[in-house]
């Protein structure tokens, strides 16, 4: 393959180069938010860092507790909320089933992806949609 990049994919890339501390310091911004929204939820998991550690929130995972995650999940959807569910265990992909990890089974992976969902998490998130979001979670987590 060849992975070299185009002149225009390097110019993007530098001209974001340029917004990235920006961008993670409103991510952090964003996930201390929800930290503190979330911390006296007792069906609502927020994700755990180390106090040594950096994480530049690429994602900001939550496990749901006491409820169905799939009803959870549709009814942010339905009410406008972009949520997802970020991974699958990677042996329960059709490639892995097929080259031998069919009767795999890791009870603690499988625990955590049945109750995952990924809440919105970027740079442009205003606090009102924020907001909305903890609200709706809350009121269907409580």
């Not at 939820?41 to 927020?46: H, Q, S």
């Not at 994480?55 to 799939?70: A, E």
């Not at 998490?121 to 907001?131: A, D, H, M, R, V």
């Amino acid at each position: 393959y060849n992975y070299r990049i185009t002149d225009i994919q390097c110019a993007l890339g530098c001209s974001q180069m340029k917004k990235l501390d920006r961008f993670l310091k409103r991510r952090k911004e964003i996930v201390m938010r929800y930290n503190e929204a979330f911390a006296g939820c007792d069906n609502i998991v927020t994700p755990y860092q180390l106090p040594e550690t950096e994480s530049g929130w690429h994602l900001y995972i939550v496990q749901i507790k006491n409820h169905d995650r799939k009803k959870v999940f549709e009814t942010l959807r339905d009410r406008g909320i972009g949520v997802n569910v970020h991974y699958i265990p990677v042996y329960m992909h059709p490639y892995y089933q097929e080259h031998g990890y069919a009767d795999v089974h890791c009870r603690n992976a499988e625990e955590v992806y049945r109750n995952i969902i990924s809440l919105p998490l970027y740079p442009g998130l205003s606090i009102e949609q924020q907001e909305y979001v903890i609200r709706t979670l809350k009121d269907i987590c409580e």
